[in-house]
């Protein structure tokens, strides 16, 4: 079984999804292929205490974003799935309407397109009218739109464990065993409550 997974970076607040996403693929020895948009790389710069250069070496491989001769822009490339983390209102857009005009698009549209997984963490709030028909548009073609909202049954403490729980969840899309948050099992109060509930 193949266990490549694409990871793409774009220009939405929340990068540090997809690099949570590096560290935890590393961890479990899945071959990760990395695109960074421009404005992913500006935002890794505003948001975070890492540089584009320790980012990109997280990965086994990485691309420019303007390489259209990349692996990852053929088909035949055999990988596992893709997980946009975080996914700008424009990524989106130019997946959902195939214009495919940068390796990250043309990456996304060549996994949907060999109906391998593909996963998209769309950063924007509140969302517009126009944001909804293009993540209709998206998951009528098969794409999973996940937008990283956080849990708290799991009675998170940090960051990392809000971070963790939309990755896990990117994680469950594509078929990758973790341990990143606690899973519901119910309600554990109401188990050990001598009071019913009417």
């Not at 593909?118 to 209709?136: N, Q």
């Not at 098969?142 to 896990?168: A, C, E, M, R, W």
Request: charged letters at 20%; a positive charge.
């Amino acid at each position: 079984m193949c266990n490549r997974i694409i990871i793409g970076i774009s220009g939405a607040s929340g990068v540090i999804y997809g690099i949570k996403m590096l560290q935890v693929l590393k961890k479990i020895d899945i071959e990760t292929h990395l695109i960074i948009s421009n404005a992913g790389k500006i935002n890794i710069g505003i948001e975070t205490n890492y540089n584009v250069e320790k980012v990109m070496n997280m990965a086994d491989f990485s691309y420019e974003n303007n390489d259209i001769t990349a692996p990852v822009a053929s088909g035949s490339f055999l990988t596992k799935a893709m997980v946009i983390a975080p996914c700008s209102i424009k990524t989106l857009s130019g997946i959902a309407n195939s214009y495919t005009e940068n390796l990250l698009i043309r990456a996304a549209d060549v996994t949907l397109k060999e109906d391998r997984k593909i996963v998209l963490m769309v950063r924007e709030t509140p969302l517009h009218k126009g944001h909804l028909k293009l993540m209709t548009q998206a998951a009528d073609m098969g794409i999973h739109i996940l937008p990283p909202v956080p849990s708290f049954y799991n009675q998170p403490k940090t960051i990392d464990d809000i971070i963790n729980h939309s990755i896990g969840k990117a994680l469950d899309i594509i078929g990758i065993e973790h341990n990143l948050f606690m899973r519901w099992q119910g309600d554990w109060r109401r188990k050990n409550s001598s009071s019913t509930l009417v």
